[in-house]
């Protein structure tokens, strides 16, 4: 294997190969468990699926994985919650809490989108079993939500969940990738090998339960149906000429309340804008994860960076030791993932992540902080990531 085989380039991002890829069709002869195949989006209706998802249960979780990776990467459950006063009443708790931390005050960022443009509730799942367990316990019994994250991570997943409202007026999102590797800048990127970039889509799993109706000038997700495909999509999306593609060739559809998105997180999409003067279009956002995105042991890096931190300045300062030697130290005691994160106290302003342990520590050196200042910064940023 070639260094050009085990590496992707941004060099290398070619338009005309996606669109070798994203010309395929979907095929509802494909699915045969689906109701409807509309703007190429593989579309269920909960009302005929809900027999076979007791008694085929696998066979339905084929079908589904079979459509978010080799089919267009998106499938939509209608009525996925059969009773939406249960999303009504959910909505009411989600709506109390965008108030109270309006009121509060402080930074609003956002992914993709213009910072206090719309608005969010990070760690929504959290903020909902606190306030209101009844409902959580009633919201997340949801076979549909379960057995779409079983099929795609298997058993031991775990759902994140942060609630988007675009009021009337919000602007689209710009196109993206998302987690984990929809996070990093190109230059990171580049730095993972290629099978690294084929894993990353099956490590987590994007949906969005409708908390309202959803018409299409409402602004509902943009998607490029089976863009998922494309190797080199996640430096990709990031270009002019990828960008241009998307706005003039994404497919969008409409969604009732109760109904239930579930995409590849590695499919091309943007939330729309909302050209309504009065549709605040709300939707809970999951992101589930993969049970093996942990390491074995629990190590506590703050307490090994504070300890070698001094051997480590002298090693830099005093001795010169070669710089990819440092960085070797530095890989091998700090966190160099800024994931996860409380993202109410460390927003992405400025960027889609925050610094890293690894990045203070990098910094510390290269600016010579004493010991103290280390300290007092790597935690600032282990409070910040902690949750409340």
Same mark, same amino acid.
């Given at each position: 294997m070639t260094p050009a085989d085990a590496w992707l380039s941004t060099a290398d991002c070619r338009l005309e190969d996606l669109l070798d890829i994203v010309s395929a069709g979907t095929s509802i002869a494909d699915y045969p468990y689906a109701s409807a195949v509309e703007s190429g989006v593989v579309v269920y209706r909960m009302a005929d699926l809900r027999q076979p998802l007791r008694a085929e249960r696998r066979a339905v979780q084929a079908e589904v994985v079979a459509a978010l990776s080799d089919g267009p990467g998106i499938a939509v459950f209608q009525g996925a919650y059969e009773d939406t006063t249960v999303v009504d009443a959910v909505t009411r708790v989600f709506e109390e809490i965008i108030a109270e931390e309006h009121a509060a005050g402080g930074a609003a960022g956002d992914h993709f989108g213009r910072p206090g443009a719309n608005d969010r509730i990070w760690n929504a799942l959290q903020k909902l079993a606190v306030r209101a367990p009844d409902l959580f316990v009633s919201y997340y019994a949801n076979d549909v939500v379960a057995a779409v994250s079983e099929a795609w991570l298997g058993p031991a997943y775990q759902i994140t969940s942060q609630v988007n409202v675009v009021n009337p007026g919000g602007q689209a999102q710009k196109v993206h990738r998302d987690y984990h590797l929809g996070f990093q800048s190109n230059d990171v990127g580049e730095r993972f090998p290629a099978h690294a970039h084929r894993l990353s889509a099956v490590l987590t799993l994007q949906g969005a339960v409708a908390h309202c109706d959803? &018409?299409?000038?409402?602004g509902p997700t943009l998607y490029l149906p089976h863009s998922?495909? *494309?190797?080199?999509g996640y430096l990709a999306w990031r270009l002019p000429q990828f960008r241009e593609h998307f706005e003039n060739s994404h497919v969008q559809l409409p969604l009732a309340k109760g109904d239930v998105v579930f995409f590849n997180p590695a499919l091309f999409h943007a939330a729309g804008t909302n050209q309504t003067a009065d549709v605040r279009r709300m939707a809970n956002l999951l992101q589930v994860s993969s049970a093996f995105g942990r390491a074995m042991e629990s190590v506590d890096r703050e307490l090994i960076v504070t300890a070698i931190y001094d051997d480590l300045r002298k090693a830099?300062?005093?001795?010169?030791?070669?710089?990819?030697? %440092? @960085? !070797?130290? %530095?890989?091998?005691?700090?966190?160099? *993932?800024?994931? &996860?994160? !409380?993202? @109410?106290?460390?927003?992405? %302003?400025?960027?889609?992540?925050? &610094?890293?342990?690894?990045d203070l520590v990098t910094k510390a050196l290269l600016e010579d902080w004493p010991h103290e200042a280390l300290v007092q910064r790597i935690r600032e940023r282990s409070w910040r990531s902690l949750p409340d």
């Open positions: 959803m &018409p299409v000038e409402s998922q495909k *494309y190797e080199h830099h300062v005093a001795e010169g030791r070669d710089r990819r030697e %440092i @960085d !070797n130290v %530095i890989a091998a005691s700090a966190e160099g *993932y800024a994931f &996860p994160t !409380n993202l @109410d106290r460390d927003q992405p %302003i400025g960027g889609l992540a925050p &610094p890293t342990q690894a």
